[in-house]
């Protein structure tokens, strides 16, 4: 599959490279407006529907006002990072679908060329170390404003990012292990016959997760949690620096959905197996057809997200990703890695394989989810001094064991209870001073 990159004439190789920066752009405008529109039905509301054919040039309004904006530079920041933090932001984010296929070998204006710029036997691993160094946009985005809120949100993301990108980077070794190989072509090409999604669900279930840590988005958006951040890393941007930083989002959107298509659901391969029923299904540009198919499914899974799920603590947040997930992508990397060693020598059937698979994926997931039971103790503690544990009650207990705070009276809060208090307090001073 390697062979057929590196042998295009230059007039092609720009093509390629105008089509991706016009097909993110154009992905980027479409995912908001469908945004809108989902999450406007899901709360029961209309959404855009006035500018353009079912308002599907609002986004394009939008980005034209955002664009035209003042522009606002605080008197704190570091002007020459301030300014390209959302640079090394977007940059990436287009950078990262240059190994990502699109489709086959196809007529290319007279040239036979693959749908995709290029390919590396690495190509995997260049997507994960260029995404990673997005963050850094991030960060000193967040360091540059001079704003304690936008310091705690670069950091944040930064500490966000470790977590996930590990998880992330575990659950792909088990596509490594089956495909034989780190090139995403090759890759594709394995799963002719049978998704990596299927056989590997765990490994899938571990990505989804943690690509949507890893793009900030609900209901892992803390840093940029309104509620304490103000608005996180970008609280200070505006105007067009601001819409780099709304623009790199969206890309990464789609470029964690476009990788997890190509190594879990085949790729640019028909889905469903129409290939089996229709010849033509893999030929020409159907198979582009397919490959944004599967990537805005994943965009809506991601919309769908955030339009039912509140945000999470970041403790909790944290724990999911070290105390979750990384054990279960360990456990999982040496179960896949001995059934592939005894698959390939010819040990045992795979009947008794696969159900033997099966049993130890249940147990690991009773495993990893199985309650700690310090809700339990809470609840205990707090019911020694009169009560059940509440939200407040339950945090206060397990961050203090044997402390539990004491329950509020029975006449009302505490505020309400004090006003008396003060009261005669006052009066009696009164009296004294007559």
Known sequence: MLEQFGRDPWWVIGLKVLLVFVVLVLLTLFNIWWERRVVARMQHRI???VHGPFGLLQSLADGVKLALKEDIIPKAADKVVFLLAPVIAVVPAFVTFSVIPFGPEVNFFGHR??????????????????ASIGI??????????????????GLRSSAQMISYEVAMGLALVAVFLYAGSLSTSEIVAAQDDLWFGLILFPSFAIY???MVGETNRAPFDLPEAEGELVGGFHTEYSSLKFALFFLAEYINMATVSALATTLFLGGWHAPFWLDRVWEGAHEG????????????????????????????????????????????SLAW?????????????????REYLLA????????????????????????????????????????????RAGFPTPPMPAGGPVRGAAKPLV????????????
């Open 423 to 434: 009261y005669e307090s006052t009066r009696v001073t009164r009296e004294e001073g007559r």
């Open 285 to 328: 540009y159907w198979p582009v057809l397919w490959f944004f198919g599967k990537v805005l499914f994943f965009i809506f899974v991601f919309i769908w997200l955030r339009g039912s799920l509140p945000r999470m603590r970041y403790d909790q947040f944290m724990a999911l990703g070290w105390k979750r997930l990384i054990p279960l």
């Open 333 to 349: 990397i040496v179960l896949v890695a001995t059934v592939r060693a005894i698959d390939l020598e010819g040990g045992i059937e």
């Open 356 to 399: 033997a698979l099966g049993v130890l994926i249940a147990l690991t997931l009773v495993l990893a989810f199985w309650p700690s039971g310090k809700a339990g103790e809470a609840d205990e503690l707090a019911g020694r001094v009169g009560g059940p544990a509440t939200g407040s009650d339950r945090s206060e207990t397990e961050g």
């Open 208 to 210: 989804c997760i943690a």
């Open 47 to 49: 959404g855009p529907n």
């Open 136 to 153: 850094y946009g991030i960060v000193l985005g967040g360091w540059a404003s001079g704003s304690t809120y936008s310091l705690l949100g």
């Open 113 to 130: 060329t693959p749908l995709q710029l290029t390919d590396m036997p690495v190509a995997v691993l260049f997507v994960m170390a260029i």
